[in-house]
């Protein structure tokens, strides 16, 4: 388990410090640029939950696959990965190009910051097609226990992308100072430097990402069928749940500038403390996939149970970490006053709350999915979502003007709390132990 999850968890903390680190500079331009910047990132995290429904669902059949020693049906699904997640990617990218305004619109009315987040957009769309190499490659190498490889391109990209924003947004050692135009033209080259570090690497090392392309575009009608019939659940789940999130920004973004800026330096801070979580779904996913394309239901079920119970340690530890924390951490962001208070009490309602957040997320992604459920998540997400959570929540903060925290903790338990029991009582129940392979 730590062989894998101990990499994976760097690698996340990498591209969560990241995050965290964009947002800490993009902070001390003001409060505009950084719900800007923010708005616009909600396009790019979009796509990224795409990608990963992509990847997820093919992550069941590589990790069962490689359980089995069946090489060619891992090609097999490497190549049709690929080509998903660059077709969405360069779909992603022309819709950004070609009508920023609109995307922008869906979270704010306010001009400046419209105006603001189009500049970041238009340039950090040109990064997608680079991401959309990397997630396949690292699905690859993740999922047949490679997990070095992409933590290394993580290191290489992320120094690639600090250095880079130092001297575009403040114009350091000669350099133009861009702004928020430069935030964005760091990233695009720093998932360049991703993608190619780790192909570069994977080759040269002679892992699962060299096959004879013969193999990668073996890709026959009885096998796209089996494929979706996995990984289109899969991916709806991701994009019906990433919308559900879009939704929720947009809420908070029609409440105010200042309530998306809280949210923005708040949701930095939840990507970097929950790191070792997807860490632990990762090492669960390729370990439980392992097993059952072995055919070994006993370690299946013990691998489920033993990735459970740290996930809820690890939650309630982590949580009050951030609790206890927070004002310290708050007090480096160079934001209004106003800000720093409703993020450091959103912040409280995150960490007392973090256990029940991601017990639903270590049983969907790390549990369900890797022994060949991906339809039963599909069904309660987008209920607790459009049925429950995004109507509480904009009632909150729209209609009853609610504050900040008070709205952010009405979308969290809304659907956090029947998640955790109808996911429960179906991992349980063990329906969720489907050998695909």
Same mark, same amino acid.
């Given at each position: 388990?730590?062989?894998?999850? !101990?990499? !994976?968890?760097?690698?996340?903390?990498?591209?969560?410090?990241?995050?965290?680190?964009?947002?800490?500079?993009?902070?001390?331009?003001?409060?505009?640029?950084?719900?800007?910047?923010?708005?616009?990132?909600?396009?790019?995290?979009?796509?990224?939950?795409?990608?990963?429904?992509?990847?997820?669902?093919?992550?069941?059949?590589?990790?069962?696959?490689?359980?089995?020693?069946?090489?060619?049906?891992?090609?097999?699904?490497?190549?049709?990965?690929? %080509?998903?997640?660059?077709?969405?990617?360069?779909?992603?990218?022309?819709?950004?190009?070609?009508?920023?305004?609109?995307?922008?619109?869906?979270? /704010?009315?306010?001009?400046?910051?419209?105006?603001?987040?189009?500049?970041?957009?238009?340039?950090?769309?040109?990064?997608?097609?680079?991401?959309?190499?990397?997630?396949?490659?690292? @699905?690859? *190498?993740?999922?047949?226990?490679?997990?070095?490889?992409?933590?290394?391109?993580?290191?290489?990209?992320?120094?690639?992308?600090?250095?880079?924003?130092?001297?575009?947004?403040?114009?350091?050692?000669?350099?133009?100072?861009? +702004?928020?135009?430069?935030?964005?033209?760091?990233?695009?080259?720093?998932?360049? !430097?991703?993608?190619?570090?780790?192909?570069?690497? +994977? =080759?040269?090392?002679?892992?699962?990402?060299?096959?004879?392309?013969?193999?990668?575009?073996?890709?026959?009608?009885?096998?796209?069928?089996?494929?979706?019939?996995?990984?289109?659940?899969? =991916?709806?789940?991701? /994009?019906?749940?990433?919308?559900?999130?879009?939704?929720?920004?947009?809420?908070?973004?029609?409440?105010? @500038?200042?309530?998306?800026?809280?949210?923005?330096?708040?949701?930095?801070?939840?990507?970097?403390?929950? !790191?070792?979580?997807? +860490? =632990?779904?990762?090492?669960?996913?390729?370990?439980?996939?392992?097993?059952?394309?072995?055919?070994?239901? &006993?370690?299946?079920?013990?691998?489920? $149970?033993?990735?459970?119970?740290?996930?809820?340690?690890?939650?309630?530890?982590?949580?009050?970490?951030?609790?206890?924390?927070?004002?310290?951490?708050?007090?480096?962001?160079?934001?209004?006053?106003?800000?720093?208070?409703?993020?450091?009490?959103?912040?409280?309602?995150?960490?007392? &709350?973090?256990? =029940?957040?991601?017990?639903?997320?270590?049983?969907? %992604?790390?549990?369900?999915?890797?022994?060949?459920?991906?339809?039963?998540?599909?069904?309660?997400?987008?209920?607790?979502?459009?049925?429950?959570?995004?109507?509480? @929540?904009?009632?909150?903060?729209?209609?009853?003007?609610?504050?900040?925290?008070?709205?952010?903790?009405?979308?969290? *338990?809304?659907?956090?709390?029947?998640?955790?029991?109808?996911?429960?009582?179906?991992?349980?129940?063990?329906? $969720?132990?489907?050998?695909?392979?």
């Amino acid at each position: 388990m730590l062989s894998i999850a !101990v990499p !994976v968890t760097l690698q996340n903390l990498l591209f969560s410090s990241l995050t965290f680190i964009d947002t800490l500079m993009i902070g001390t331009l003001g409060d505009l640029p950084l719900a800007a910047v923010g708005m616009a990132g909600k396009w790019t995290w979009f796509l990224g939950i795409v990608l990963f429904g992509f990847s997820s669902g093919a992550a069941v059949f590589i990790a069962q696959y490689y359980g089995a020693g069946d090489e060619r049906g891992i090609h097999r699904t490497h190549g049709l990965m690929g %080509v998903c997640t660059l077709g969405v990617s360069l779909l992603f990218t022309a819709m950004a190009l070609l009508m920023p305004e609109k995307i922008i619109g869906l979270f /704010t009315r306010d001009p400046a910051a419209i105006k603001t987040a189009c500049v970041y957009l238009r340039i950090v769309s040109l990064a997608y097609p680079f991401q959309a190499l990397r997630r396949t490659a690292g @699905t690859v *190498l993740e999922s047949t226990q490679q997990v070095v490889i992409p933590f290394a391109s993580a290191v290489c990209s992320v120094a690639t992308n600090i250095v880079l924003n130092a001297l575009l947004i403040y114009g350091l050692c000669g350099f133009p100072a861009l +702004g928020v135009a430069g935030a964005a033209i760091a990233t695009v080259l720093a998932s360049a !430097v991703d993608a190619a570090v780790i192909h570069a690497a +994977g =080759l040269k090392k002679k892992t699962l990402l060299r096959a004879p392309l013969s193999q990668l575009t073996d890709i026959r009608g009885d096998f796209v069928l089996r494929y979706l019939r996995i990984g289109a659940p899969a =991916l709806f789940n991701e /994009t019906t749940w990433a919308l559900s999130n879009l939704i929720y920004s947009a809420i908070y973004g029609h409440m105010s @500038t200042q309530a998306y800026a809280s949210i923005t330096i708040c949701k930095s801070i939840e990507d970097l403390t929950c !790191v070792a979580i997807f +860490g =632990l779904a990762s090492s669960c996913a390729v370990m439980l996939g392992s097993y059952v394309g072995q055919g070994d239901m &006993e370690k299946t079920k013990g691998c489920a $149970w033993y990735h459970l119970k740290l996930t809820v340690v690890l939650s309630l530890v982590i949580g009050l970490f951030v609790v206890l924390l927070r004002g310290g951490i708050l007090s480096v962001f160079g934001v209004s006053d106003a800000v720093r208070a409703d993020a450091a009490r959103v912040l409280v309602v995150y960490g007392l &709350e973090l256990a =029940l957040r991601n017990i639903p997320y270590m049983l969907v %992604v790390g549990i369900f999915r890797a022994g060949g459920d991906t339809k039963y998540a599909l069904a309660v997400d987008f209920a607790s979502a459009y049925l429950i959570g995004i109507p509480l @929540t904009a009632a909150a903060g729209l209609i009853l003007h609610l504050s900040v925290p008070v709205t952010y903790l009405v979308m969290y *338990l809304s659907e956090d709390v029947l998640k955790v029991f109808l996911y429960g009582r179906h991992f349980l129940s063990e329906k $969720w132990i489907r050998p695909v392979v």
